[in-house]
C-alpha cells in the first residue's frame, strides 16, 4: 500500500509542480463559466437556454489546456514530426 501511496503523491506532485496544472485549468473554467453569462445578461430564462452550451464549451477549451503536456515527450523526441510527414517507422535514437 505504501507503494501506491508513493506513486500517487508522485503524480499529484508533477501534476502540481508545472505550469498549466490543474489549479489553472480550474480557475480558467471558473472564469469562463462565469464571465460569460455576465455578457449575456441577467434574463433567468436566457441563462437557463445558455447554461448547457456554456458548461460545454467551458470544459473543452479547458481540455486544450492539457494538449501541450500531453504531446510534449513526442515532440521533444521527434515522434509527432514522423507522424506528420507519413513515415511509418520510428528509431528511437537515445534509449
Known amino acids: 500500500m505504501s507503494g ?11 501534476a502540481w509542480g ?6 489553472f485549468a480550474a480557475a480558467f473554467y471558473a472564469g469562463f463559466a462565469t464571465l460569460l453569462p ?11 437556454a445558455l447554461s448547457p452550451g456554456v458548461a460545454f464549451a467551458a470544459l473543452a ?7 501541450e503536456r500531453l504531446f510534449e515527450r513526442d515532440f521533444e523526441d521527434g515522434r509527432s514530426i514522423c ?6 517507422r520510428w528509431r528511437r535514437s537515445a534509449p
Open 18 to 23: 508545472r505550469a498549466g496544472g490543474p489549479l
Open 83 to 88: 507522424w506528420r510527414s507519413g513515415r511509418r
Open 4 to 14: 501506491l501511496l508513493a506513486l500517487y503523491r508522485r503524480e499529484l506532485g508533477l
Open 61 to 67: 477549451l479547458t481540455s486544450l489546456l492539457s494538449l
Open 38 to 48: 455576465l455578457a449575456a445578461g441577467p434574463a433567468p430564462e436566457h441563462l437557463a
